[in-house]
């Protein structure tokens, strides 16, 4: 099955953090929410390795989006203490995995924005 009908809800909640970005910063760029994206998985998958975690190499508009996701997933991950159901770290990297996917995909199909407004669009802006 694919991630997106396995965690429809886990990648919602992903998501929903680029859009206040954008809706904060209307000049993010679906290339700002792309690098944001990767450095999150970067820091996910030293995690997962057991190397340690270093800042962000990302700034700007991509750090914003960053650190937006980061505050979502790390409570999506149980921490500081749980207060939500909570996923583990490979499936929170597929999930981020595919929601980067989309953001090429829709960069592509609508330009420099077009994954940001298709997720407005899915949202009913």
Not at 13 to 38: K, M, S, T, W
Not at 46 to 71: H, I, N, Y
């Amino acid at each position: 099955m694919a991630i997106e009908d396995l965690y429809p809800d886990v990648l919602m909640n992903i998501e929903l953090p680029v859009i206040e970005v954008y809706r904060a910063h209307p000049d993010l760029l679906d290339f700002q929410v792309e690098e944001g994206l990767a450095a999150l998985i970067s820091r996910y998958k030293a995690e997962e390795q057991g190397k340690e975690v270093t800042p962000p190499r990302v700034k700007g508009l991509a750090l914003s989006v960053f650190d937006a996701v980061l505050e979502t997933t790390e409570m999506m991950l149980g921490r500081p203490e749980k207060v939500m159901d909570t996923i583990d770290l490979p499936t929170l990297l597929s999930c981020l995995a595919r929601i980067r996917k989309s953001v090429n995909f829709w960069t592509k199909q609508g330009g420099r924005r077009g994954y940001l407004n298709f997720m407005l669009g899915a949202l009913g802006k």
